[in-house]
Structure formats: C-alpha cells, structure tokens
C-alpha cells in the first residue's frame, strides 16, 4: 500500500544537528514533489519545505531557511531533511508528505526535541 | 506569506448538529485551498481539495465551499467521528501556509 515512513528524530542539544529520513512505498516516488510539515507539541501544522520530483529546485519556510536543507534519493524512494543549527523551537513532531496539490499522504511523524 | 484566518478557533456542537468553519485568505489564492482533519494524536488526514473536491472516502455530510479569499467547510449531520480539530492550508504559492486550526469540541 501507499506508505511514508518517517525516521531519525531524536533528542539533541541547542546548536546541533539531525538528519531526518522517509523511505516511501506504493507509488511511484520520483512523480511527486514531496515536503515536510512540522506540528510543535499542542500547536498547529507548520510547513517546512518542498522539493520537486527531479530534487531541482527547493522551497523553504522563513523560519528554517538558511538551518535546514530538503533533498532527495530517486533511486532509494527515500526523502531527507538536514537540521542543523537546531534551536528549542524546532522541537516538534516532523512529516513527510505527499503533494502535486493537497498533502493527500503522510508518514507517522518522528519526534525532534532540541533541549539542554 | 499568504495568511489564513480560521473562524471560529474552537466551537462545541452536538451529535446531529450542522457545524461552518470559515477560512480567510489574506490575499487571492483562486481555489488553491485543502482541509484537513486531526485527532489527538493522529496524523492529518485531507478532507477536501481545490475547495470543494471531496477526497475519496470522506463521507458526503462533509463539503467546502468558496473562490478567492472566503472559504467555508460545513460538516452536516454531527458524527462522534467528527469531534476533532480542522485546519484550512492554502497550496497557491510556497511558503504554503496552514489556518491556526478550529477545535470541534462536543456540547
């Protein structure tokens, strides 16, 4: 079946750094721009950032341009995203996503807390 | 960013009830809009697409509606099943942006 499974979150101290992954399944990745949206814990869904089905061209939050960086592996179905620079802020609960327009796919979520 | 203004950001109804939630855009986005549903703990699951599309296997007492600016999603007949939290999220231009979210609570 069409599945996202999300992996890599963890917890880290302020000003490091964590790569998070989503290996995808039942569907022919390399069609589909693919994103990921955070949800901090009690607050609302926050998009992260998109990268095209060919991983050429990139679009990201204000709030982590600059800190995180999107790509992806075609030939592994498999969707990253670097945080580095990791504030307090940042801790949430992270999503891959699938979208030509609505996210109609998401993976489970894996936990990033950023904490001394 | 475009930003989107969810009204009301909580509302308590009954089983049976006829609930609109209103999502306003703060400039133009066509029909550029999907809703979303989650529960404590779930991951969001899209309701409606390009404003009125419904996804396949939403039930049909749930519809959207509106163009522009002005959106609305109208849940018809309460269910149990839909006591949960919606958030609007636009798709016309990146950054996309999400609604603050409507809490649907039971009376």
């Known amino acids: 079946q069409v599945q996202l499974v999300e992996s890599g979150g963890g917890v880290v101290q302020p000003g490091r750094s964590l790569r998070l992954s989503c290996a995808a399944s039942g569907f022919t990745f390399d069609s589909y721009p693919m994103h990921w949206v955070r949800q901090a814990p009690g607050k609302g869904l926050e998009w992260v950032a998109v990268?095209?089905?060919?991983?050429?061209?990139?679009n990201y939050a204000d709030s982590v341009e600059g800190r995180f960086t999107i790509s992806r592996d075609n030939s592994k179905n498999t969707l990253f995203l670097q945080l580095n620079s990791l504030r307090e802020e940042d801790t949430a609960v992270y999503y891959c996503?699938?979208?030509?327009?609505?996210?109609?796919?998401w993976g489970q979520g894996t936990m990033v807390t950023v904490s001394s | 960013a475009i930003q989107l203004t969810q009204s009301p950001s909580s509302l308590a109804a009954s089983v049976g009830d006829r609930v609109t939630i209103t999502c306003r855009a703060s400039q133009v986005i066509s029909s550029d809009l999907a809703w979303y549903q989650q529960k404590p703990g779930k991951v969001p699951k899209v309701l409606i697409s390009?404003?009125?599309s419904l996804e396949s296997g939403v039930p049909s007492r749930i519809s959207g509606s509106g163009s522009g600016t002005d959106f609305t999603l109208t849940i018809s007949g309460l269910q149990p099943d839909d006591f949960a939290t919606y958030y609007c999220q636009q798709f016309y231009n990146y950054p996309y942006t999400f609604g603050q979210g409507t809490k649907l609570e039971i009376k």
């Open positions: 996503a699938r979208a030509r327009d609505a996210f109609d796919i």
């Open positions: 990268v095209s089905f060919d991983g050429s061209h990139k």
């Open positions: 390009d404003a009125s």
